[in-house]
């Protein structure tokens, strides 16, 4: 069971990127998929999450109304679309997956993720 990141990169305030985050060992059927990021120095913070079975996404407050986790079960593989960036969004962006995950939502406390990705570096500035 193994998850990547990739699409992170450098961007102007306000500009948008498109994470994806693709599994291999498993589907998207039955799963949860978390984004976090975690700046130098900071913490590593809880971004949103989307609990596969019936398409539930749960957003952190600093970037409710901004960023959207969407999936393509096709291609095995879930997104985080970024817009109306700012410099505070300046992070290394982990995905993370608990497969097989049966339940119809997530938050920031449920569930607990078995495999993480190695991050993709996401650079705010002009």
């Known amino acids: 069971v193994q998850v990547d990141e990739s699409g992170g990169g450098l961007v102007q305030p306000g500009g948008s990127l498109r994470l994806s985050c693709v599994a291999s060992g498993f589907t998207m059927d039955y799963v949860a998929i978390g984004w976090f990021r975690q700046a130098p120095g900071k913490l590593r913070e809880r971004v949103g999450c989307?609990?596969?079975?019936?398409?539930?996404?749960h957003y952190a407050d600093s970037v409710k109304g901004r960023f959207t986790i969407s999936g393509n079960n096709a291609q095995n593989t879930m997104y985080l679309q970024m817009d109306s960036l700012k410099p505070e969004d300046t992070a290394v962006y982990f995905c993370?997956?608990?497969?097989?995950?049966?339940?119809?939502?997530?938050?920031?406390?449920?569930?607990?993720?078995?495999?993480w990705g190695q991050g993709t570096q996401v650079t705010v500035s002009s």
């Open positions: 993370a997956a608990r497969y097989p995950w049966y339940g119809s939502s997530c938050s920031d406390d449920d569930p607990e993720y078995d495999s």
């Open positions: 989307i609990a596969s079975r019936d398409g539930f996404t």
